[in-house]
């Protein structure tokens, strides 16, 4: 095993110990860009499109992405699931379409808590990153950033107010999750009501 090999098991059983109920490598070269999975950010028109200062347009195209993608060696998907309790599957049974599940003040206070645990995680993976010496660690988290219960959003002109936690999402810079989980052998269904979870990415370099 390389010192590279060594250093990313050690990440992964890090991220466990963080919270994560999984952690796969996967090598950089297997991670998908496609700009249509930006497009899906527009059509239909993601709330947060242009509000949310960690969506698109707000952040890098799925194009400068991908020459940043090419830098990089290594990567790892973390997962981290959603508390699913009574309550939680109430909501997903009683609600018919996606707008209705957003709308939903006890479906979002979830999805807050799932995102909010994934960035932690991720935070502190790229700290024992930059100790370990890989000083271009970055981590990149799942859907529109929830930190606050409402993004300043960039017509405020005010700055983010969590600007060392906050992340991007996988989707928002391009990239095909679906695929990109499947490339790690990890068979992510999309919008699932049984067993959701959070999934981010720790690019490692």
């Not at 950010?41 to 993601?46: D, H, N, Q, R, S």
């Not at 400068?64 to 981290?80: C, G, M, N």
């Not at 502190?124 to 219960?149: H, N, P, Q, V």
């Not at 095909?176 to 959070?198: E, H, S, Y």
Request: hydrophobic share 40%; net charge neutral.
């Amino acid at each position: 095993m390389t010192p590279l090999e060594e250093d990313l098991a050690l990440l992964c059983e890090k991220a466990k110990q963080y919270g994560a109920s999984r952690a796969t490598i996967i090598s950089a070269d297997k991670i998908v860009v496609d700009p249509r999975a930006r497009l899906k950010c527009m059509i239909p028109l993601c709330a947060s499109y242009g509000v949310n200062l960690m969506c698109p347009p707000n952040v890098i195209t799925p194009e400068e992405f991908a020459k940043i993608l090419s830098l990089y060696r290594q990567a790892i998907l973390v997962e981290v699931p959603l508390t699913v309790n009574d309550d939680f599957t109430k909501i997903l049974s009683q609600k018919k379409s996606l707008w209705e599940l957003r709308e939903d003040q006890n479906y979002r206070n979830s999805l807050s808590k799932g995102d909010r645990q994934l960035i932690e995680i991720l935070c502190k993976l790229e700290k024992d990153c930059l100790e370990m010496g890989y000083r271009f660690a970055t981590g990149l988290s799942a859907g529109t950033c929830r930190l606050c219960e409402e993004c300043v959003g960039q017509l405020s002109g005010e700055p983010c107010k969590h600007p060392f936690e906050a992340r991007p999402s996988m989707e928002a810079v391009g990239i095909d999750v679906i695929q990109t989980a499947k490339n790690a052998g990890i068979d992510l269904k999309f919008f699932t009501k049984t067993a959701p979870v959070w999934l981010g990415l720790l690019l490692v370099d």
